[in-house]
């Protein structure tokens, strides 16, 4: 899982018509803790996630699975599963 804040929105009037009904969200990694660079991508919003919300996020095939179930790929690299209410992190 990757841990991430929305920063945009993708609007597509044209797209495969099993992502009819989802919402199109550009990404950027939080990486807590380390001086990275930040990655930026686009991910599918299965859980009415919006603008500034911390989200998890799931990447490659479990992706294309959760936007309309396990019995159904969907061509999808990035899907948004969760919204953080809060993270809390100890020193190492």
Known sequence: MILGRVIGTV???????????FKLLVVE???PGK???V???????TVGAGVG????????SPASR???G???LVPVDAAIIGIVDTVEMTSR
Not at 11 to 21: A, I, N, Q, Y
Not at 39 to 45: L, N, P, T, Y
Request: hydrophobic fraction near 35%.
């Open 39 to 45: 990655e930026e991508f686009v991910a599918v919003d």
């Open 70 to 72: 396990a019995d159904t």
């Open 11 to 21: 609007v597509s009037t044209r797209k495969d018509e099993r992502l009819t009904g």
């Open 35 to 37: 001086k990275t660079e």
């Open 53 to 60: 919300e911390t989200v998890l996020v799931v990447m490659g």
């Open 66 to 68: 959760t936007v309309n």
């Open 29 to 31: 990694t939080l990486q």
